[in-house]
């Protein structure tokens, strides 16, 4: 199979039900996605899934996971065989999904391609855990045994943002497929043709009609009503942390499971005795990679007062070095932000920053000139001083603006780490690694990293404390976030009258 490549605008997309591609524009509603580099280039155009339509997907993938098990829950081979078979597709069509990418939400195509392939990575990665998802067994003084199996949770409701499409949707779908679940997927409007072509692959490389149905809808609906539907088993979402809140609230009346990806407020920690060159590197990529937009992204320094200035002469050395224009230019660094009405919200937070007398030390609007006059820049943005109650120091932008902050003690800096609502992700940059492993313990968020920023890899763990979320993606835990758990009892005493029966029974 080929990926459409970006000669061939508008990218159509429609649902996928049990196989069948959903083309009937008359009795749904459509939807058309603009290049946030271009507002007047058309890139996806969709026919998106209707309430019924979202049934019927959750009803396909019912019927093949509770189909028989030679076709899909216990068919290992076949099973091991598509999810590696998906990550070679994904590397195979890397050039024309980059560029999908690129368009769908304006990520630099130098970031786009390297995204493909931490996407494939991770499907390679479950394949071989599949048939590896060990229980555990225990034999009773009696003889009996009681054996603990880790068993596909079912149908997931799979709902991802659209900020890494490919990705999101990997640490999801790949997990899930591995250990033998179907999936309903629900994509971002904004990344409609992106989470299509994952299904299609997934198509292509073997997956049976109906174990990975597609339903793309703009309207909250969609999602709401794969999150109510009795016939999904868990619920994998990621999102924003005012939706997680809903979705949650959505399944418990079901009392599905549910993982929750969601927002961060992720805290970088520079001490004095920091490599500061090393730190200014590691900071301005964690803070803008992917204009900001990354549930990971650090949106705080947190820096020690006697290295503040040094450092943030370097972050601006670096970042006068990096272009901010076309995502499809190799060189740029700094592409778009997703969405007219997030360049709004970002300059929103800044104007009311500047009305409360912050200081903006770089950046802090629209870039000036024609090259940025058709799409949704804003310029990288640090804002100096922040007092630890401003809305910039305590809730999420999701865009390139960084909110500094000084601290004189380790004390100081574990509190001004741990005072928001969220904990997702931290970094922390010091040469004395004792103070680093401490401080780290004391800092309530899912991912560290001690002298380095926005490492992922599927041998670790993704996932928030707090407000950022619950459950854990990549590595096993993610396998067992697909999991229920089932003891079997099985007798070893031969009897008839068991002990335990003399309860309630005459001998
Ligand atoms: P969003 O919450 O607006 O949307 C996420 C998904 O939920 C989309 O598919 C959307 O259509 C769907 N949705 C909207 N309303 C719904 C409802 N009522 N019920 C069910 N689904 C519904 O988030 P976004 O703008 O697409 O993504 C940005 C957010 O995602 C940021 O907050 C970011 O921090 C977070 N995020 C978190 C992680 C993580 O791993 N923790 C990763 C990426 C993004």
Redesign the pocket.
Known sequence: MATPGPTQLPYRVSPVIAGESITDAASRSSYRRENPADVHQIVTDTVEASLADVRAAVQAARDIFDGPPANWTQNTQLRRQVLLETGRLLRENTEALAQMMCLEIGMPIRLSRPHISAAADVFEFYAGYVGKSYGSAIQLPDGSMIDMLREPVGVVGI??????PFK?AARKLAPALAVGCTVVV????YTNACTQELIRILAAAGAPDGVANFVPGAS?EI??AL?ADPGVDKISF????G?GV??QKSASDTLKRTSL????KNPCLVFEDADLAAAANGLTFGMFLNSGQA?GSVSRLIVHRSVHDELLTRVEEILAGLRLGSPQDSATSFGPVVAKSQQERILGFLDRARADGLSIRIGGGVPAGAAYSNGYFVEPTIVDDVPPTHELAQD?V?GPVLAVLQFETDDEAVALANDTAFG?TAAIWTTDHARGLRVARRVRAGTIWINDNYQQNPEGI?G?YKM??TGRELSPHGLYDMTEVKEIYSDGTGLAMKPLYRQVLND
């Open positions: 709902i991802v943002p659209w900020n890494f999101q629900k994509p971002s409007p909250p999602g709401a999150t990621t999102g924003s942390t939706v809903m979705v990806e969601l927002g961060g549930c999420e999701f997702l993704w928030g950022s979320g």
